[in-house]
């Protein structure tokens, strides 16, 4: 079993409970990753965690280097990740303070973001109907809905995230048109996670806390970021007991189709990539090509 990778999101900047606690700096051909990583272990199991904007929160959705953060998860042996992201409902029954757990994704910033490690002479095409992990996604899911009735909240198994670009907040027009596509949550920073995470051949699962009804709903109109992170500190909390009772379930070995992601999806041929290429990539390409 490799090790767990959580991202914490918006007011997650450190996971307690970590045991045998390592910080450390991992160098990526991509540049830096948004912060050092915090090793460790809870309940028995290896745990590298990331605050995804950096520590008190410095760096901007639209700035992350999502490219350097996937791969130096990989980098540190991780096959599995739960991101753990704040988001806006799109729809009334999605209420603050319930989760979900997200089963699509709508890409809204335009391709701002790097979302391949497969450029520069390389090229893959992973199959990403199914954008996230269905065996870590049903474990999150079954372990939340548990925990919630105890906690009081509720669960949502499923629901499509519109990832827009940020970081200011929608429109009223934005709002309106994302929830006549029928999207159920918005954020600013899941999608390149995910695609980059089934480039690595890592699971993928999105814990997303909703903070607010996003501003298409008349009581929240006007969407302030005190509004936001009042209801996002009660969310972490419950966020850090869900992933806790997660980790205990999770199998040793992964029999998902993620473990094998890249198989068959490298269409260069490897004798024209490049020398150097094929060397930044060896964490990720290794496994197929030498």
């Known amino acids: 079993m490799g090790r767990i990778g959580i991202i914490g999101g918006s007011g997650l900047y450190r996971m307690e409970g970590l045991k045998h606690l390592e910080e450390t700096n991992v160098d990526t051909p991509f540049g830096k990753p948004s912060d050092a990583f915090l090793l460790g272990e809870i309940e028995g199991k290896e745990i590298a965690f990331l605050p995804r904007h950096g520590v008190g929160h410095r760096i901007s959705p639209s700035e992350i280097n999502y490219r350097a953060n996937i791969y130096a998860m990989k980098k540190l042996g991780v096959d599995r990740i739960i991101s753990v992201a704040a988001c806006g409902s799109l729809k009334e029954e999605i209420k603050p303070l319930d989760f979900v757990v997200v089963d699509q994704y709508v890409d809204r910033t335009n391709h701002a973001r790097e979302m391949s490690f497969f450029n520069q002479g390389i090229v893959a095409h992973i199959s ?13 899911y079954d372990v939340g809905y548990e925990s919630g009735r105890d906690m009081k ?20 027009a934005e709002s309106n048109l994302y929830r006549s596509w029928g999207m159920d949550i918005i954020g600013m920073t899941n999608m390149a996670e995910a695609r980059l995470a089934r480039e ?23 969407i ?32 998902c189709a993620c473990r094998e992601a890249l198989k068959n999806a490298i269409i260069t041929d490897p004798k024209l990539i490049p020398l150097e290429v094929k060397k930044d990539l060896q964490v990720i390409i290794g496994k197929y090509i030498k």
């Open 200 to 222: 690595a051949e890592i699971c993928y699962a999105t814990l997303a806390a909703v903070t607010d009804y996003d501003c298409w709903h008349p009581q929240y109109e006007t």
């Open 224 to 255: 302030t970021v005190e509004m936001v992170i009042k209801n996002l500190q009660k969310n972490i909390d419950n966020a850090k007991k869900i992933l806790q009772a997660t980790l205990k379930r999770l199998p040793k070995e992964r029999t």
């Open 153 to 172: 909240i509720k669960m949502h198994k499923g629901g499509t995230y519109i990832n827009m670009e940020g970081p200011a907040f929608s429109t009223l």
């Open 128 to 140: 990403f109907s199914h954008p996230v992990c269905k065996e870590l996604s049903e474990i999150l």
